[in-house]
């Protein structure tokens, strides 16, 4: 290496596990923050940066459904993206009008763990539906 080509030294550094995987956030001096995973085991993953910039990953409900007859997609999603659009994965579904043999709630706990591993924050209605669903499996 030269003395007048470029460095892309972070920093700063982190490691810590994620699920079955090892991430690494690096914080460049200019701001812009990058993940890494080690293992190939999420979409996006396998050494190429899945969150670039200050990106807030968050998970909350998306509302489908027709009129009057309302059911939410608990999805994770960048937070600057509007409620009903674009997301990174659904983990689960919350019908409030269920009836019946209908299932009114299904949470992937695992994904929840892993998105939160990464730094997802839970909105708050999300939370508490996940603590409902937890209390209902035991």
């Known amino acids: 290496?030269?003395?007048?080509?470029?460095?892309?030294?972070?920093?700063?550094?982190?490691a810590g596990p994620v699920g079955v995987s090892t991430a690494?956030?690096?914080?460049?001096?200019?701001?812009?923050?990058?993940?890494?995973?080690?293992?190939?085991?999420?979409?996006?993953?396998g050494g190429q940066p899945i969150i670039q910039g200050n990106i807030v990953v968050v998970i909350r409900l998306s509302r489908g459904g027709a009129k009057k007859r309302p059911f939410f997609n608990i999805v994770v999603a960048d937070s600057r993206v509007r409620r009903d659009g674009r997301?990174?994965?659904?983990?689960?579904?919350?019908?409030?009008?269920?009836?019946?043999?209908?299932?009114?709630?299904?949470v992937a706990f695992?994904?929840?763990?892993?998105?939160t591993g990464t730094g997802a924050q839970l909105s708050p209605t999300v939370a508490r539906l996940v603590e409902q669903a937890k209390a209902a499996t035991v």
């Open 24 to 45: 690494l956030i690096l914080l460049r001096p200019d701001g812009r923050r990058f993940l890494f995973c080690s293992t190939g085991v999420s979409p996006g993953c």
């Open 110 to 115: 695992d994904r929840i763990a892993y998105w």
């Open 1 to 14: 290496m030269t003395a007048d080509s470029p460095t892309l030294l972070p920093d700063f550094l982190v």
């Open 87 to 106: 997301f990174i994965e659904r983990v689960g579904f919350y019908n409030p009008v269920a009836s019946g043999a209908e299932q009114p709630l299904r």
